[in-house]
């Protein structure tokens, strides 16, 4: 490929055999003219014809084939130099042969000028060797000097033309590359810009629908909480008639009357107690439907966590009791008092020792409570089987419970940590789990001690959490404030302080009538700085 491409600048840089044929043609019959003149030195009419014939036949040369038609050309001029001296005996017409070397290096190329002086050489060499000729040595010798002069000036021309068009043509052909390769590129980049405005298109459109959808959802949400709440309401009512007629008749079973059965209370026993079921799972629904629609309310005050635990362990002990586990308590005695909802926490407490208790067998559960970097904690870890870190997740999603039979055998309506979890979240805090199957769980949760001061959103817009905090290794260059110096004059009358005013415009004059004044003064001038002059 290289070397095609040597070849087509090579072509591109020789000259046209026709023009130089029809130089020599023009030069036949200048000469014809010049034979006509009175001055004329010589007969030349059989060397002008034959330039002429020699001419025509590399013009035949050229129809037929363009390097014949060179060769012809540089043959032409050769023979019509050798002819012009020999026929004339004009031996200095020798000295000429340099020009067909200077032809055959514009016309072909150096190695066809190198083989034109060697053959040139070989002419000349043979005309000195022979006694025929009647041409001294000397003009051959200044020919054969002037031959290879001339080869050695074509090499020193077309050598750095040729370097330079070789330059020129490889930066041609790489600026051609690099030419493809950018248009390349910016079909790419157009392609990239009409797929970026589609997608943008197709970007706006998905946010139009949902923005539609998350408008229809947010109503079907706020439907499905007022469902909840018209529903829940409506179910408390009978269930608190059922809750407190259970109740009173269970208290005081001779107040109507006769003796009710025994077998009768125990059926209201029963129903007292899923009627309290009932109406507890009303309560997590409402709590849950109030999270959800950000309406729960918490009334927050410094509470000490120790008698919150304490409440919780007392209402869960007598259920470890009957199952026979222990329930251990290790409160942190420089617990700080906590800012939060004391009702709230209290149910997450028991909600998380109540489950920690129903569904460990054997051992017990430790509830631990401490503080770290103005956060406090709170852990239940207990004995029981344990949970897989798969499911995990699962457990703090509403109305989800895990495939357990043991789960199963003990029910539950799965609201408890959702719920539980919300109200972590609300005051500030997080909630998680860790476990593994067979190794027991330990539910944690932490809560912030003191209430944190809330930003405006006016100034938490400039504040990128990310950004790293710089202490400053410099001074700033702010000119210094030009501080008024001040004068306190003692005197009864106003001519020195009127004095002063008038030659120091750059003093403060304070003007006293007594030292008790002046003291007074002096005390108060430590709090009052003096006044800047602008």
């Not at 043609?25 to 003149?37: D, T, W």
């Not at 329930?327 to 920690?356: G, K, Q």
């Not at 500030?428 to 067979?438: C, E, I, L, P, Y």
């Not at 003093?507 to 004044?517: D, L």
Request: hydrophobic residues 45%; proline residues 6%.
């Amino acid at each position: 490929m290289a070397s095609d491409s040597t070849t087509d600048l090579w072509s591109e840089l020789r000259l046209p055999a026709k023009p130089v044929i029809a130089i020599l043609i023009g030069l036949g019959c200048v000469l014809a003219l010049v034979e006509q003149l009175p001055w004329a030195v010589a007969p030349t009419t059989d060397w002008m014809l034959a330039v002429m014939a020699l001419s025509a036949a590399a013009w035949r040369l050229d129809n037929w084939h363009p390097l014949a038609g060179r060769w012809g050309v540089v043959a032409a001029v050769t023979v019509s130099f050798y002819l012009l001296a020999s026929w004339y005996q004009v031996p200095c017409a020798l000295t000429l042969l340099a020009l067909p070397v200077a032809l055959a290096a514009a016309l072909i190329s150096l190695p066809a000028a190198a083989a034109t002086a060697v053959a040139e050489s070989a002419v000349l060499l043979w005309m000195a060797t022979t006694a025929t000729t009647a041409i001294d040595l000397a003009p051959l010798g200044v020919a054969a000097v002037a031959v290879w002069a001339s080869w050695g000036i074509m090499i020193a021309v077309y050598q750095p033309v040729g370097q330079l068009a070789q330059w020129s043509w490889e930066n041609t052909r790489r600026a051609q590359r690099l030419l493809d390769e950018a248009r390349r590129r910016q079909g790419e980049l157009n392609q990239a810009l009409d797929d970026l405005a589609h997608l943008n298109r197709q970007l706006a459109l998905t946010t139009q629908k949902l923005d539609q959808m998350r408008f229809v959802a947010e109503q079907a949400n706020k439907a499905k909480a007022d469902f909840v709440a018209k529903v829940s309401h409506e179910l408390r009512t009978p269930l608190n008639m059922i809750v407190g007629f259970g109740e009173m008749i269970l208290e005081a079973p001779t107040a109507y009357g006769e003796r009710i059965p025994p077998a009768l209370l125990a059926d209201l026993e029963v129903i007292l107690r899923n009627s309290q079921h009932l109406s507890e799972l009303i309560d997590d629904v409402l709590d849950l439907s109030q999270v959800e629609a950000d309406q729960m309310a918490l009334t927050r005050e410094y509470v000490a966590l120790p008698e919150i635990v304490d409440a919780a362990v007392t209402a869960v002990r007598p259920l470890y009791e009957s199952k026979e586990l222990y329930l251990r308590c290790d409160v942190a005695e420089d617990l700080p008092p906590v800012y939060c909802d004391r009702t709230r926490i209290r149910e997450v407490i028991l909600n998380l020792l109540s489950n920690a208790g129903r569904f460990t067998e054997r051992g017990g559960v430790t509830l631990r409570v401490w503080h770290e970097t103005g956060d406090a904690y709170i852990s239940v870890t207990d004995t029981g089987p344990g949970i897989d870190p798969a499911d995990a997740g699962r457990l703090f999603r509403p109305f989800q419970q895990l495939e357990d039979p043991l789960r199963r055998r003990h029910g539950g309506s799965g609201l408890g940590l959702a719920i539980s979890k919300s109200f972590v979240e609300l005051h500030g805090g997080r909630m998680w789990v860790q476990s593994a199957v067979g190794q027991g769980t330990t539910f944690t949760l932490r809560v912030p001690i003191a209430p944190v001061a809330p930003i405006e959103a006016d100034a938490i817009r400039w504040i990128d959490p990310t950004w790293e905090y710089r202490q400053r290794s410099t001074r700033p260059a702010l000119p210094e404030g030009d501080v008024q110096r001040r004068f306190v004059v003692l005197e009864e009358g106003d001519a020195l302080q009127h004095l002063l005013r008038r030659y120091l415009d750059d003093v403060e004059v304070v003007a006293v009538e007594s030292h008790r004044a002046m003291r007074r003064h002096s005390s108060n001038s430590l709090e009052r700085p003096p006044r800047h002059s602008w």
